[in-house]
C-alpha cells in the first residue's frame, strides 16, 4: 500500500512536471514571440534615434537674408556663427557706395554690446564714440566694418549689392533644395516681407512721451564725431507767446540730447507725456518761430565750447525742425514669422521691417539689435524641427520674444534711456 501509495504519489508528481507542456508551450512560444517583438522595436527606436541624431546633426539650413542695413549685416554675422548654416545669401538692393554713405546714427545700449562682442564685433575698430555704457556712431562706418567681417567668414556665401530682392527671387528661393530661413531686414519702408508671404498688419503703441527733432547741416564741415551733449528738466517760457508757463514750476521738464558729427548736428526735445500748458502750446499750436527759436536757444546755451553758436539766419535759412511736439508711438508688424511647407522655408521679419517708431533721431537705443539677440536660439532650432510641433515651437519663440521686445521697450525704453542722467 506505501509502495503503491508511494508508486501512486510519484507519477502523479512527475506527471504534473511532464504532461501540462500544453500549457506552458504556448506561453513559451507568447514569451519567444514577444521577446522578438522586443528586440525589433528596441533596434528600430535605436537605429531611428541614431539615423536621428546623424540628420540632426548633420541638418544644415541656407540663410537669405534681404537688405544690407545695420540689422540686415549683424543677422548675416549670426548666421555665419552658427555651425548650422550651410549658406548665406545676401541681397542689397543698394551699391556699396551709397550704402555705405549713410549719414546718421546708430546707438548701442549697455545690453546689445555684450552680444555683438561675442558674434565677432571688435569695438575698438570702429570709430564711434562711447558715452556712458552706450556706443554711437553713423550707420555707415558700422555697415562697412561689418561688410568687411563678412567678407572674411568662411562660410559658404552669396553677397548680391545692387540686387533688389523681387518676386522672381521666391522662385530661386524656392529651387534651393533643403532647409530655408529667410530674415528679412528690408527696413521701414521695405516691401520684401509683403513679397514673402508675411501680413502686412501692424498695431501702434504710444511710448507716453512728445518730442521734436532738429537737425542742422553744415556742409563746409568734415564729418568728425562730436561727444553727446545732453540735459534734463529744461522749462521754456512762452510768456512772449501768450501762454502763461509759470504752472510748470516743479513739473518733469524736457530732456534735450544734441549729438553727431560736426557736419551734421542733430538736437532731441522730449518730455514724458502729460498736459502742462507749455507741453500743450507747443503740441498744439503751429508756430515755426517759437519752435525755431527753442531749438537755437537750446544749441546755443548747450553746445560744446568749440562749436561756433547759430544765428538767426543761419538757423532760419538750415535749420530743419519739427515745427511742434508730436507723440513718439511704436509700429509692431503683428506676424513676424511664419513657415511654409511647400517650400520648407522659415520667414523671420527684423530690425525697422519688424517694427519701427515715427521718431528715430537719437532715442539712444536700436531694438532692431534687441530682436536680432533672440536669432542665435532660433537658428538653432530650425534646422532640427521636423515634427509639426517642433516647427510651431520655433514659430512661438520667435513670435513671442519678437513681442517681447516691443512690450519692453514701451514699459521701459524711453525711461531707460531718454530720460535717464546717465
Ligand atoms: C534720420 C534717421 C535718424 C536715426 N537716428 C538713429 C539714432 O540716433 N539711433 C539709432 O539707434 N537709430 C537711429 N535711426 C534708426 C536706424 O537707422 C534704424 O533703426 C536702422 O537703420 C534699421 O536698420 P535695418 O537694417 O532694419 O533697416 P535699414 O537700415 O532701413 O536697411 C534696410 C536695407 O534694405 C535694403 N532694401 C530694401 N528693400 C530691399 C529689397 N527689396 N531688396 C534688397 N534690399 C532692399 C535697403 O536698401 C536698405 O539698405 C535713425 C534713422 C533715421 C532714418
Not at 53 to 61: L, S
Not at 229 to 243: E, I, K, P, Q
Request: charged content about 25%; overall charge positive.
Amino acid at each position: 500500500m506505501n509502495g503503491s501509495d508511494d508508486s501512486g504519489a510519484v507519477p502523479r508528481a512527475s506527471n504534473m512536471c511532464d504532461s501540462p507542456d500544453y500549457g506552458a508551450l504556448p506561453s513559451s512560444t507568447a514569451m519567444q514571440q514577444l521577446l522578438l517583438t522586443v528586440v525589433m522595436v528596441t533596434g528600430f527606436v535605436c537605429t531611428k534615434t541614431l539615423f536621428d541624431n546623424i540628420r540632426r546633426r548633420q541638418a544644415r539650413v541656407t540663410v537669405v537674408v534681404i537688405g544690407a542695413g545695420p540689422i540686415g549685416l549683424t543677422a548675416v554675422l549670426v548666421a555665419a556663427r552658427s555651425r548650422r548654416v550651410g549658406k548665406i545669401i545676401l541681397f542689397e538692393e543698394m551699391f556699396r557706395k551709397v550704402l555705405l554713405n549713410r549719414q546718421h546714427q546708430i546707438a548701442f545700449d549697455h545690453k546689445s554690446i555684450p552680444f555683438l562682442k561675442k558674434i565677432g564685433v571688435d569695438f575698438d575698430n570702429i570709430e564711434g564714440c562711447w558715452e556712458g555704457d552706450c556706443f554711437y556712431t553713423r550707420v555707415g562706418i558700422f555697415q562697412e566694418y561689418l561688410l568687411d567681417v563678412i567678407q572674411r567668414i568662411r562660410t559658404p556665401k552669396e553677397i548680391r549689392l545692387g540686387t533688389k530682392f523681387t518676386r522672381e527671387h521666391t522662385k530661386e528661393i524656392e529651387y534651393i533644395p533643403g532647409r530655408k530661413l529667410v530674415i528679412v531686414c528690408d527696413g521701414a519702408n521695405g516691401q520684401a516681407v509683403r513679397t514673402m508671404g508675411l501680413s502686412d498688419e501692424f498695431v501702434q503703441h504710444t511710448c507716453k512721451a512728445y518730442a521734436a527733432v532738429a537737425a542742422v547741416d553744415r556742409p563746409e564741415q568734415h564729418n568728425v564725431p562730436m561727444p553727446e551733449r545732453r540735459v534734463h528738466n529744461l522749462h521754456f517760457d512762452l510768456t512772449a507767446y501768450g501762454t502763461d508757463t509759470s504752472e510748470c514750476d516743479g513739473l518733469t521738464g524736457f530732456s534735450l540730447k544734441i549729438f553727431g558729427s560736426s557736419k551734421s548736428r542733430y538736437m532731441t526735445l522730449i518730455v514724458p507725456k502729460c498736459e502742462s500748458p507749455l507741453v500743450k502750446t507747443l503740441r498744439v499750436v503751429l508756430d515755426r518761430s517759437m519752435m525755431r527759436n527753442i531749438f537755437m536757444k537750446c544749441f546755443n546755451t548747450y553746445k560744446s565750447t568749440s562749436e561756433h553758436s547759430l544765428s538767426d539766419s543761419f538757423a532760419l535759412k538750415l535749420m530743419k525742425f519739427s515745427p511742434r511736439l508730436f507723440e513718439i508711438k511704436l509700429s509692431q508688424r503683428l506676424e513676424t514669422v511664419a513657415y511654409f511647407e511647400d517650400s520648407d522655408t522659415f520667414v523671420v521679419a527684423e530690425g525697422d521691417a519688424a517694427r519701427c517708431y515715427n521718431f528715430h533721431t537719437g532715442l539712444d537705443v536700436n531694438i532692431g539689435i534687441k530682436g536680432i539677440m533672440t536669432l542665435p536660439n532660433f537658428l538653432s532650432m530650425v534646422p532640427t524641427a521636423m515634427t509639426e510641433h517642433s516647427i510651431m515651437k520655433a514659430m512661438m519663440y520667435k513670435s513671442r520674444q519678437a513681442d517681447q521686445v516691443c512690450k519692453d521697450f514701451v514699459k521701459n525704453g524711453l525711461r531707460d534711456y531718454m530720460f535717464s542722467k546717465h
